[in-house]
């Protein structure tokens, strides 16, 4: 038999009447439709512990487990695919989360371009306007953005540099959090361990700590100095073989469930605190479950502060629970649940269908420390990533796909938009607006204020403007039909909006690259004012926010380029927004490979006027304002 990771389940949620709490909601916001409660419990000893995720597993088989399904499978293909963005406000005075000195065209610098103004997002690069921190395949440098020299090298991987995964950083004053994951063995398909590194930068830059527990890294959010890490792992049970039947092969999992001990659950860790070396296994005690949940798979919220001088132990959370998509506005922290994957009971006619539900958990991050779960809901549908949440003025806006055939529903699809409001610990759907875009599913969702925008795709490009001012009574109140669509949403200040994807024939294919310019101040009826199209091309902004740089100030947009265009360009475009058009700044290409192939160029930054590319060769300083290269910066 081979011993692999599980993936089972998310928890199940517990239905609820919405009359059944003492305190009741105001008539206004009353819930529409049936809740989902999250009690969560602790087990009263180990002994329990186990018992209780063995028979929810066994409920998970019994229920869903089939052959071949997805919920069977090593737990690191279930990478999330974390994306990032702008802030939100409700004029888009905070139009670019990222700008965080926008103090003129030329002053100032621009950090990664997040979600939420505030709430800072790891990324393969990192900037105090001073000096710029990057990561490449366990190799920390650092440049100083005044003498455009590399002026450190820490060598962060504890093993072969090859076994590591690129990484991501956090970084607070002279602390640099690495999140990255080392592999288990000598090719990538084997397990990952996801390890956290602290490095400080003053004086002579060096590795203070690590922390390591088994899973896999969904994503991670900052506030201030408090860094929270979210972590899914699976139990490693001994997996039968192939028994020929489904239903053969659903006795053994039965089996081997029964037969797994309460190690097999419990993620293992490791820390390494300025050589004080421990190792362990999160204790059962810290684990918390919904009193009713079918969950194998286990999340765990780490906790470290980048103003200390000590990695610490991570301060573990851990709930019986699955996620894939992590969204913090600051003072709250979600995590959610996609169930596509979660393949359904056979029916009588042999066929199996997908479960088409998101389950969501809310944590209080509004002080330092250790978070606390608060409450759980879910709705109908998928998530596309974290911009599909919102949390404002008090209520959740979330936004999904239903009945789409590409994930194994049946039925023609729609995305709707929900309004959830925390009631006790149940997050409720107060209200919600559904049938956009039939036939289509979501490509991009941006809520800005009281504002929600989403783009549905198929051969055209809706764009619907949703009004949420009113939580019980979301209204689409505008529609805009074009050709090809947007794949990120960027507010751009006074009542404008840029988007970038594909532009697309009247028949759906895709024909490269497209930015596009949105007059959003008449909600009843959006319009597009200018586009910048470059035939056959594609850009990691249209899947990764992070490499999506708008500097308001001069209008200076930025976006990585890979494809054809007046003969095949491999780089960086530089772009020029005004209020009305989008002309091209230039482009920027960094010195080929040692094999001759053309750099990837994967961010930008802008510093005091000048635009800072980043590619895994090196960086590349040019004038912000004409992009004439000033300075090439290889890594050593």
Known sequence: MKRHAVTVLA????????????????????????????????????????????????????AWGMRYSHNFEPAQATRADSAAGAADSAAGAREAAGA??????????????????????????????????????????????????QVARVVVASGQQSDYDLGELLINGDKVLLIGSRYGGMYRGNPATPQVTL?????????????????????ARQVGSTVRVVVRSSPEIDMPSDTGTPEAYRLALLKAIGEADLADWLPAYSIDDNGSVSTGRIDCSRVAHPTDFTAAAML???????????????????????????????????????????????????????????????????KPGRPAFVAGGAVDGWLLNQYSMSDWNGHLRVATTTGTTTWGGTGASESTVYALRQDGRRLS?????????????????????????????????????????????????????????????????????????????????????????????????????????????????EFDPHAFLYWPATGLLVVPLTGKGGGDRVGALALKVTGTSITELGFIAHPATDNGYPAMIRRSLFIDGTLWTVSPQGLLASDAGTAVQRAWVPFT
């Open 11 to 62: 928890a199940a949620v517990c239905l609820v009447a919405a009359g059944c709490t003492s305190d009741k909601p105001p008539a206004s916001e009353r819930p529409v439709d049936t809740g989902a409660e999250f009690r969560l419990a602790s087990y009263e000893n180990c002994d329990a512990a186990l018992e209780g995720l063995r028979e929810a597993a066994r409920k998970n088989v019994a």
């Open 100 to 149: 965080k000195t926008a103090t003129g065209e030329s002053g100032g610098y621009s950090g990664t371009n997040n979600h939420e103004a505030g709430v800072d997002e790891p990324d393969l690069v990192k900037t105090d306007g001073k000096r710029i921190v990057t990561v490449q395949a366990g190799v920390l440098r650092v440049v100083d953005a005044v003498t455009r020299a």
């Open 199 to 219: 490095v400080d930068l003053a004086g002579t830059p060096r590795v203070i700590g690590r922390f390591a527990l088994t899973g896999s890294v969904v994503d």
């Open 300 to 366: 765990t919220v780490l906790t470290f502060d980048l103003a200390r001088d000590t990695i610490g132990n991570g301060d573990p959370l851990t709930v019986a629970a699955d996620g894939d998509t992590v969204y913090s506005n600051g003072p709250s922290l979600y995590v959610a649940n996609d169930q596509r994957w979660r393949t359904m009971s056979r029916a009588e006619d042999g066929s199996t269908a997908l479960q088409q539900r998101t389950e969501l958990y809310k944590f209080d991050t509004s």
């Open 429 to 541: 759907v107060v209200g919600k607006v559904g049938g956009l875009g039939k036939g289509e599913r979501i490509y991009s969702v941006r809520f800005v204020g009281p504002t929600g925008y989403v783009v549905t795709f198929r051969q055209t490009d809706p764009l619907y403007t949703v009004d949420l001012r009113d939580p019980t009574k979301p209204t689409v109140t505008g529609e805009l039909k074009i050709t090809g669509y947007s794949a990120y949403l960027h507010p751009a200040g006074d009542g404008l909006l840029l988007g970038i994807g594909q532009e697309a024939s009247e028949q759906g294919r895709a024909q490269g690259t497209q930015v596009s310019l949105f007059d959003v101040r008449d909600p009843a009826a959006p319009k597009r004012l200018a586009q910048y199209h470059v035939r056959g091309a594609h850009s990691e902004a």
